[in-house]
């Protein structure tokens, strides 16, 4: 039952042989047997069961629930007749079921109404009111004839005799029982009197003995308190004796002893009672004797009086009654089966599920919950429950049927019936029970399935009329549930039906027109003239057809039944029934018109199952309608073969669709089946209809579950198939060319004359031939050849290794070759496939193609021979006959041949990437196949596989030597790294690191001990200062604990593995990390691989260095995986190092906590489990007082900063420690202060004045003013330019250059040793002096830091250290504290002068480079460069250019100071003079640093482009380094969902920022973003958020504007728009109007004759696109711009689009004209008035001509000024572009009809892509059918002459247009996407309609934003000052004389180079792009910088292919 044809099979089988047994239900005598009742019973519990399970899968579920309702009334009526037979009483009494019931039912086949009519005369034939049968209607007719049954039935009236003689001996053995307990009672009560009276006695005398001993006890504690008081007045009289101050009593000590002797007579006279009387626990044995026996007595007295068990009858006392509980408790099997069967023919009426969400609850209604007694268990139980009183000698159980009964009442306690006392008793009567008070009745349990499970409920109660509708009414799919109102129709109609669907317009969904909405709602509007509205809307195609909701509205009006007349024929289709029958005739011819309409349109092929269903229907009773049903059938035959013939020579992607159309048709074929009587002709089609959709469905890709609408007609065409299988053997059977056709349809081959057979009852067919054997399930369509389904492979070589490996789940259609062998039964990337099955389970594959035969190679052949990379990231294929093995991708359809192995030779050769694809004769014949690889053992490799697995080393020697051991290696690959090493002479040079080679030692042993996995490269060239002296390459990998640490390996070959790499600082000699990622893993190794001793490079631990690290690493934005994977790594280190702990998770917190403006979710560390003990160490290490008050080692602990930021309170005291009394006074240092000024003013000597003239003569200015110089404002710009070259070039005559002194390298190589040997001196001395200490008396002390310097509790100091000493002198203490106040003076000056020392040295060592190069520019450069600012002023630019390795040139401090000095000023400085490299860190140096929680907050506002960028750098120079300063990014938008706690994180972000002087970044439109946030919310009403944002903005700042020029500009603005969409005013004329002006533009003759002039550019295409226009400004453009207008207005007025076909009447209207070209015209130049709607378009024609609109536009250049965004989501209008194919961020065109035009244009130009032309052809399509065709002609007619005669034929019509097929989509798109009509319809209808929206306010933001400073701290600067006309008022531009001639600068370049190159504008043949790249390779150019955007429309994909062609191989290495 798992399949579902399987089980529509089970159930068809039942319902045939039921309704068959239906239809012969009245007139056959023939019933059901007695003994075959069960059995029925038993197929209906299965056919149910089995239903149920199809339930869920079925299309049409209340169609299934009606057969099976269908099915069990006939089970009923069968097992009446049967009841009727056996059982004469039952004739007289009617049956339970109403025969109105069945209108509700939903019925498709005639058969199933044929069935009906019978059941509903049988029913109507035996109706009885007041006397029906087993019905919870009326219960008393069946209660009369259970008594009457039982009363004539002799086996029940012996059981009720039986029953009654058992019921008196109860009662007398009951009866015996009382009167013997009343006498016990008796004799009891006397026994008991007399034991209560001695108990009485005996405790009086036990309470007198008690009183007494509690008297004497008294009397005795009384006499011992006497007594003790007594003592102490004696002993009191004796301490008295001894003179202590103790008073004596001698009258107290007299009273006491009187006391004590009346209690010693007390007691002795209460003893003497006492002996008067029994002991104590004598008394008490006795009386607990005698209450013991007391109460045994008074529990058998208990016992005594307690009525015996009450005698519970089994039956009532009244005989009538208990023959009814006996009929139910014995009844006859057969009716019993009748009470079930009409209890459960009742219940499958009910709606099911019981409760159904908002539909019904029938669940109350139908329980039945105060039943409280089953007969069945009281007669059982109550037989045998009063066995004392008489035991029956047999037992008759009664048992319960499915229709059980049951009672309300409830049988009484028996305790109760029993009585309360033995004497209430005085009768028989007393005690006995009969259950008469239980009323019975039948009841019925049921969980809507299953009768042994659920709960009491109550078929036969009356629901609500809508329930039971909406039960038996079909459900609407999801998307037209809102019409799911139109398909029901219950008992009564409301008179308002008809107008519902008029009322309700609203409603209507989109996927219907409005004339298909109201024909769907009121199909069923009158229930008696649906047929005929149906007719109506087929004729008027008012339904579409193809939606599945009108399906379903069609099954519902068909199909319902409905009331019925005394006949059973429905009253709702008497239409069907008349003699004369206009209406099927009417039917018959509009089916057949549709039929013929549907069978040439194969798009509209989801209307086939609603056709299909109406003709079937139909064609019951009207035969010739089956003819419109065979129709359809062949058309869909017809087009599953058309797609089976397409798929010839197609891709296998573009297959797969195909099998699916081809399924689909085969499946609506098999639909449109005719519900007739078959022929030979309908057989023929339903075979092979049923063959092509099973055998396409073996096509589908694996896994893949078939949609819902192939799910649907799957599941209905295997029911079709069902129906019909018995007719379709029947054919079969005779006429052997039913298989043979059938099998045809995959089997093209199959022979004429075979011979099919099969058995009698199978659906399976079997023929052979000579060779093979053909089989052939009918049912199923399933075909076999020799056992295997065709063209499909066997599973032996589908789950094949080999197979698997390279084709994957790739599915092949076949040919069978052989049993074993089998061939792709056509082409697969130009090439066929053969597999062979081979003995012991192997596998030949090979691959044929016209140039030759490869044989696949199993990989695991080569793991010994190869590495492993080639052997399993590849496929090895043999080619035989030239014995040479290649190596190619794993996939098959991957043919780039990777490596090539020459078998003979064992040469296996690498192949370049660029001749990987070229045919193999030409690959094996090429000189470039150089390089072999070999296997080599060597010291390099051994050295290389520390860092790289072994296995994964290629090595590679030149080919043509001949001995592989003796050869030298060319090349050494790591290519998991994508790394090599070239061998040039005795070198490893890296092929991937310019200018290093592979190191001669690669270990380190000062740094990283123990931890090998890395590579040492060292810079070839030592004298390059440019470069650093060695680079570490190290995996990117995870950092393992262990001793020694390790990196996480991946031993995957396909793993494409990164390293990090890390420069060796040429000064410092600590490892440089250039990212935050590479920091964090160097962070990691030092804390794993390090100790408690420093480091021997670093002088400090690796726990300190990782906490500088990661220090240095702190951002605020989310970090990427990679770098929180090494955070994580870091924290398995830091078990003994609480500040690294805490210093990285103040890291990930400081990440996070803004990641809601990036718009991320970042991964967070692992749980912090143990955080108060990490803290509380941390806290305890720093607040220890450290020996002998030298306090704790720093660089263990964080900053002040850090610690309040990550822990919110200081860890401990960083105050000064007091002086020691021991100080050391240094002696003066080595060189003086003022050595390196003297020697960089000795630089003069080496300089001379190029020109000695006194007056300069200044050149000629090149420029002529012209037009530019006519309006005021040119004027000023022209004298600017001219002032600046003037000033260039007196600046210019004043230069210097270098003499010959100054060219020797030889000079400055000796400066260079001087300054080294100064430097080196001066940090010797400094270092000296860090660790004199003092002697004699502080011998101790010293001793004692030294100490603790070696332990690293106190600091050592390092290179690092003395930058940071340099601004931080105090810190000098903590590395020797015994310094005296002018020693740590004269250190610091002495540290100033060590670190100018160390830039000096760099200074010659570069002056060095340059002269030995001949770099002679840079070399004056260099010697110009001059320190003209203190450095004790600012020390921290002196450290960043010791850092940096630099020296900040005199024009970087003057723009410097300058901005410092002048706030509000804007400076320009030339491209490339260290803008962001040098000035802006000086500036963040010097303003952050003076910092602070009260001070100004640094902002850096930048261009987008260019904040990445910046921030990069300053982080790496600025965070990354000793000056530590933190750079924070704020990057809000619109987007950020602001709520209180995030804009409390932004603020306490820059407070944060502020207080360790840091800088924060921003982008332009961030700032503004924030700024309008403010508005929008304050808008909204968002008080508190308002509030907060202002508190944010109130911080003070500082801003600094980098690029200036461009972020001032005034043109910039930041829009928020606000409000609700509203469309474009008059938006529909405006784009019309602009299409027809460009309509007329291509089409007009009189403007391509006019535009050969040369103020216009033309670039005519193909005859469907737009041609390429653009206007060139200048003067002939305005000379001719008025003719231009002219003409087009003329044009447009005389051929005008159909939309404005009115426009005509106003072609000879010289006054239009003038309105429409003339700017000072109004509309009084119009003769005659004209309408508001008209007059619109006029206005709009008046703006593109007149006032210039449309040549505005077309002045601009196509992807260079304008285009469109391609980008997913984004706007689809045209937008600014900033540059050749590079669009402007956020920017739109603010003028709506530029937009327009530009949109049409960009459009126009590009073309539509393939899902847009889809969406054009989609739109199409919805139009309706005049409109189809009209725009569909206007389209072809265009494009009508590109496309071939071939062709043409395939989309000549709209009819023929089919979007599911891939093959014509092709051909559209190839076609139409450059169509300009198309393309206008698309913009028309998808575009403009929702892009041009607009909105009704908008909050803008601009430049004068930016420059707002409460302050007035606005500083600027740019390389260009072309907008400071138009800077905000805030800011000024302030040019430095000394840059005042940087425009001439500029100008002087540009005119010095005279080689101009002018392409023509005529066409060529060839794009102008590839014109440009032509004349750079004829030119033999290095570099093009395509400034004009020449190539402009070109991916550089499609420039560097181009290039490559032309380039000449011999020059250029590819």
């Known amino acids: 039952r798992d399949s579902t044809l399987q089980q529509q099979l089970a159930i068809r089988s039942v319902e045939e042989s039921f309704f068959d047994r239906a239809v012969k239900l009245v007139e056959s005598d023939e019933g059901l047997l007695p003994e075959e009742v069960s059995h029925v019973e038993a197929v209906i519990d299965e056919y149910r069961k089995v239903c149920e399970e199809f339930r869920f899968k079925a299309v049409w579920k209340v169609e299934l629930r009606s057969t099976e309702a269908l099915v069990v009334w006939i089970a009923f009526c069968l097992i009446y007749e049967a009841a009727e037979e056996s059982h004469p009483l039952v004739q007289e009494y009617g049956v339970g079921l109403r025969k109105e019931d069945l209108r509700r039912l939903v019925l498709s086949e005639k058969h199933a109404l044929d069935a009906l009519a019978s059941v509903h005369a049988f029913l109507g034939a035996r109706e009885r009111k007041g006397k029906e049968l087993f019905t919870l209607r009326n219960e008393h007719p069946t209660h009369c004839f259970a008594s009457r049954y039982s009363q004539e039935s002799q086996e029940h009236q012996c059981i009720l005799d039986d029953e009654l003689e058992a019921a008196s001996k109860r009662m007398d053995g009951h009866w015996r029982k009382v009167t013997e307990q009343q006498a016990q009672a008796r004799q009891l009560r006397i026994e008991i009197a007399n034991l209560e009276a001695e108990e009485e006695r005996t405790q009086s005398e036990l309470d007198q003995v008690i009183e007494y001993e509690n008297l004497v006890s008294q009397q005795r504690r009384l006499q011992s308190s006497h007594q003790s008081d007594l003592n102490a007045e004696e002993n009191k009289r004796y301490r008295s004796s001894l003179r202590s101050p103790y008073a004596y009593d001698a009258g107290r000590v007299s009273a006491l002893r009187d006391s004590i002797q009346n209690c010693t007579s007390t007691i002795s006279i209460y003893t003497q009672a006492l002996q008067s009387f029994s002991s104590h626990s004598t008394l008490s044995s006795e009386l607990q004797r005698l209450k013991a026996q007391l109460a045994r007595k008074r529990r058998e007295l208990n016992a005594a009086e307690t009525p015996p068990t009450a005698v519970m009858q089994p039956l009532p006392r009244d005989n009538a009654m208990a023959r009814g509980v006996i009929f139910f408790l014995h009844m006859p099997a057969l009716l019993r089966s009748l009470s079930r069967v009409s209890f459960l023919a009742q219940q499958i009426l009910l709606p099911w599920p019981w409760s159904c969400q908002s539909r019904w609850n029938i669940g109350e209604s139908i329980s039945v919950q105060d039943f409280k007694t089953s007969w069945a268990n009281h007669y059982n139980e109550k037989q045998t429950f009063n066995s004392t009183y008489h035991r029956p000698a047999s037992v008759k159980r009664g048992n319960n049927g499915d229709v059980m009964l049951l009672s309300r009442g409830t049988t009484p306690d028996e305790r109760r019936v029993a009585g309360s006392h033995i004497d209430s008793l005085k009768s028989r009567e007393d005690g006995v029970w009969f259950p008469d008070s239980l009323q019975p009745q039948m009841a019925w349990k049921s969980d809507g399935f299953s009768t042994k499970s659920g709960q009491l409920l109550n078929p036969f109660i009356d629901l609500p009329d809508g329930w039971l509708t909406d039960h038996w009414t079909e459900r609407l799919p999801q998307k037209a549930t809102q019409l799911q109102w139109a398909l029901p129709l219950g008992d009564t109609v409301a008179a308002s039906r008809g107008n519902v669907p008029l009322a309700s317009q609203s409603d209507r969904p989109e996927w219907l027109k409005k004339h298909e909405y109201l024909a769907f709602g009121a199909l069923r509007s009158y229930p008696r003239q649906q047929l005929r509205n149906l007719l109506v809307a087929l004729q008027e195609r008012s339904l579409p057809l193809t939606e599945f909701a009108v399906q379903a509205l069609l099954k519902q009006s068909l199909h319902h039944v409905g009331p019925l007349t005394k006949n059973g024929k429905p009253v709702w289709k008497t239409d069907m029934f008349r003699d004369n029958n206009d209406f099927l005739d009417s039917m018959e011819q509009e089916l057949k018109d549709l039929a013929e309409e549907h069978a040439e349109k194969p798009r509209s092929h989801e209307a086939l199952p609603a056709l299909a269903e109406i003709m079937a229907y139909f064609s019951s009773w009207c035969a010739p309608i089956a003819e419109s049903s065979r129709c359809l059938a062949r058309a869909a035959l017809r087009w599953a073969r058309e797609q089976v013939e397409q798929m010839q020579g197609l891709p296998s992607a573009e297959q797969e669709s195909l099998h699916a159309k081809v399924c689909l048709f085969g499946l609506y074929a098999v639909l449109c089946t005719p519900s007739v009587r078959l022929t030979p002709e309908d057989v023929h089609v339903l075979a092979a209809a049923l063959v092509y959709s099973r055998n396409s469905l073996l096509f589908q890709a694996k896994g893949e579950k078939a949609g819902e609408h192939m799910q649907r007609l799957l599941l209905l065409s295997e029911g079709m198939a069902v129906r019909r299988a018995e007719e379709m053997l029947e054919i079969a059977r005779t006429d052997s060319s039913v298989c043979t056709k059938a099998v045809r349809a995959v089997l093209e081959h199959v022979p004429e004359n075979l011979q099919w057979e099969t058995r009698q009852t199978s659906t399976t067919f079997h023929a052979s031939d000579a060779n093979d054997l053909f089989s052939i399930n009918l049912l199923t369509g399933v075909v076999l050849l020799n ?76 793991y010994e021979v190869f590495p492993p990379r080639l052997v399993e990231l590849h496929s090895h294929w043999l080619e035989q006959d030239r014995n040479v093995l290649l190596f190619r991708p794993i996939h098959y359809r991957e043919k780039a041949v990777a490596f090539i192995l020459w078998i003979e030779s064992g040469e296996c050769c690498e192949v370049p990437q660029h001749l990987q694809k070229i045919p193999l004769e030409e690959l094996l014949r090429s000189p470039h196949l150089v390089e072999r690889l070999v296997w080599l053992e060597s010291a390099v490799i051994e050295v290389l596989s520390k860092f790289e697995n072994r296995d994964f080393i290629h090595a590679y020697v030149q080919r043509v030597t001949s001995q592989a051991d003796a050869l030298p290696l060319s090349k050494l690959e790591l290519p998991r790294y994508n790394i090599a090493f070239l061998l040039q002479g005795s070198m490893l040079i890296s092929r991937d690191y310019k200018g290093f080679r592979l190191a001669d030692s690669q270990q380190l042993d000062d740094t990283l001990i123990e931890f090998e996995e890395y590579l040492v490269l060292e810079s070839i060239d030592k004298n390059d200062a440019s470069l650093p002296g060695m680079k570490i390459l190290v995996p990117d990998s995870t950092v393992l604990p262990g001793q020694p640490i390790s990196l996480q390996q991946n031993q995957s070959s396909a793993a494409k593995r990164e390293c990090i790499c890390f420069n060796i600082h040429n000064r410092f000699g600590h490892l440089v990390a250039e990212s935050v990622h590479a920091r964090l893993m160097l962070a990691a190794l030092y804390a794993g691989g390090g100790c408690v001793l420093p480091e021997p490079r670093l002088q400090v631990t690796g726990t300190e260095a990782a906490m500088d690290l990661v220090r240095q690493s702190w951002v605020n934005r989310p970090l990427t995986k990679g770098e929180h994977g090494h955070l994580t790594s870091i924290l398995q280190f830091c078990s003994r190092a609480p500040g690294l702990e805490i210093q990285c998770r103040e890291l990930d917190c400081s990440s996070q906590q803004l990641a809601g403006l990036h718009g991320s979710s970042p991964e967070k560390l692992p749980t912090w489990k143990h955080q108060h003990v990490c803290i509380a160490a941390y806290l305890k290490e720093a607040r220890s007082s450290g020996c002998a008050a030298f306090g704790v080692n720093p660089r263990r602990l964080l900053s002040n900063a850090e610690e309040v930021h990550a822990l919110a309170m200081r860890g401990g005291s960083r105050a000064a420690k007091p002086p020691e009394p021991w100080t050391v006074d240094l002696g003066a240092a080595p060189v003086s202060t003022s050595f390196v000024e003297e020697e960089e003013a000795s630089l003069d000597k080496f300089l001379s004045h190029k020109c000695e003239q006194e007056e300069p003569t200044v050149p000629t200015f090149p420029l002529e003013g012209g037009n530019c110089a006519s309006s005021p404002i040119g004027k000023e710009m022209f004298k600017e330019l001219q002032d600046s070259w003037d000033a260039h070039h007196r600046l210019e005559a004043e230069a210097f250059e270098v003499s010959v002194a100054g060219s020797r390298e030889a000079t400055w190589v000796a400066k260079l040793k001087e300054a080294s040997e100064r430097r080196q001196s001066m940090q010797d001395y400094i270092f000296q002096a860090l660790d004199e200490f003092p002697g004699g008396s502080g011998a101790a002390r010293s001793a004692a830091f030294r100490l603790r310097q070696v332990s690293t509790s106190a600091p050592k100091a390092t290179l690092p250290d003395l930058l940071r000493a340099a601004w931080q002198p105090e810190i000098v203490q903590t590395f020797n504290p015994f310094l005296s106040d002018s020693s740590r003076q004269r250190l610091h000056e002495s540290i100033l002068v060590f670190l100018q020392l160390c830039v000096l040295e760099d200074k010659f060592g570069r002056l060095a480079a340059y002269a030995r190069g001949g770099v002679t520019p840079l070399l004056l450069q260099e010697l110009l460069v001059r320190r003209c600012w203190s450095v004790h002023e600012h020390p921290q630019w002196l450290v960043f250019e010791v850092e940096g390795r630099l020296q900040i040139r005199p024009v970087q401090f003057t723009v410097a100071q300058k901005l410092i000095d002048d706030p509000g000023a804007v400076v320009q400085l030339n491209m490339g003079e260290g803008k962001t490299r040098v000035i802006v860190p000086m500036l963040v140096l010097h303003w952050a640093g003076m910092g602070h929680q009260h001070g100004k907050l640094l902002r850096i506002s930048a261009l987008t482009s260019l904040l990445d960028e910046m921030y990069n750098f300053l982080h790496r120079h600025l965070c990354a380094s000793v000056l530590n300063r933190r750079m924070l990014l704020l990057p809000f938008h619109r987007d950020v969902q602001l709520d209180a706690t995030m804009i409390a994180a932004m603020q306490n972000s820059l407070n944060f920022c502020r207080s360790v002087g840091g800088a924060l970044l921003v982008a332009v439109e961030h700032r503004l973003s924030l700024q309008l946030k403010w508005h929008e919310l304050r808008l909204n009403g968002e008080d508190q958020l308002c509030n907060m944002l202002s508190q944010l903005a109130a911080l003070p700042t500082r801003e600094l504007l980098d690029e200036s020029d461009e972020v001032l500009r005034h043109k910039y603005q930041l829009i928020y728009a606000v409000g609700s969409h509203i469309p474009l005013p008059e938006g529909s004329d405006r784009w019309l109007s602009a299409e027809a002006l460009l309509r007329t533009l291509q089409h007009s003759d009189r403007l391509r004759q006019f535009f050969t002039r040369d103020f216009a550019l033309r670039e005519v295409r193909a005859p469907e696109a737009f041609d390429r226009i653009r206007l060139l400004a200048g003067r002939k453009l305005e000379s001719a711009s008025i003719q231009i207008s002219l003409i087009l207005a003329e044009d447009l007025l005389q051929a005008p689009p159909y939309e404005l076909a009115w426009l005509s009447n106003y072609s000879n209207d010289s006054g239009v004209s003038r309105f429409l070209t003339q700017p000072e015209a109004d509309d009084s130049t119009l003769e005659e008035r004209i309408e508001p709607d008209r007059f619109s378009v006029l206005l709009a024609l008046r703006g593109f001509l007149a006032c210039g609109v449309l040549r505005h536009c077309l002045e601009k250049r196509h992807r260079v000024d304008y285009g469109v965004r391609r980008a997913k989501g984004g706007k689809r209008l045209a937008v600014p572009f900033r540059a050749s194919d590079t669009p402007s961020e956020r920017s739109e065109f603010g003028h709506p009809d530029c937009a327009l035009v530009l949109t049409l244009l960009s459009y126009y130009y590009d073309g539509l892509s393939f899902d847009e032309l889809k969406q054009a052809f989609s739109k199409l399509l919805q139009c309706s059918e005049s409109a189809q065709k009209d725009l569909y002609t206007c389209w072809f007619a265009l494009s009508h002459d590109s496309i071939p005669a071939d062709e043409i034929g395939t989309i000549d019509k709209v009819e023929k247009i089919d979007l599911s097929s891939c093959q014509q989509l092709s051909l559209l798109y190839k076609y139409y ?127 560097a292919r181009h290039l490559l062609g032309g380039l000449q191989v011999r020059r250029f290495k590819v």
């Not at 089998?822 to 099955?837: D, V």
């Open 787 to 862: 056992g295997h389904p065709p063209r499909r492979l066997p599973a032996t070589v589908l789950q094949h290794p080999l197979f698997t490996r390279t084709f994957g789940e790739a599915a092949f259609e076949i040919g069978v070759q052989s049993s074993v062998t089998f061939r792709t039964a056509r082409e697969i990337t130009s090439c066929f496939y053969e597999f062979t099955e081979l003995s012991e389970g192997k596998l030949r594959i090979r691959e044929l193609a016209s140039h030759g035969t490869l044989k696949l190679v199993p990989h695991d052949y080569f």
């Open 1873 to 1999: 996407h450059l169509n300009f009509e198309t393309v206008s319809f698309w913009l028309n209808q998808c575009v403009f309609p929702a892009e041009t929206t607009q909105f009704p306010q908008k909050l803008v933001a601009n430049a004068w934003h930016l420059a707002d400073n409460p302050e007035g701290l606005v500083h600027g600067f740019s390389g260009t000052n072309d907008n400071h006309r138009a800077l905000p008022l805030q800011v000024s531009q302030q040019n430095i004389p000394s840059l005042s001639g940087t425009n001439g600068k500029m100008l002087k370049l540009i005119v010095e180079n005279p080689k101009y190159l002018t392409l023509s504008a005529e066409a060529n043949g060839s794009m102008r792009w590839q014109t440009v790249l032509q004349i750079a390779i004829d030119q033999s150019a290095h570099a093009l910088i395509d400034c004009g955007a020449l190539t402009a429309g070109a991916s550089n994909d499609q420039i």
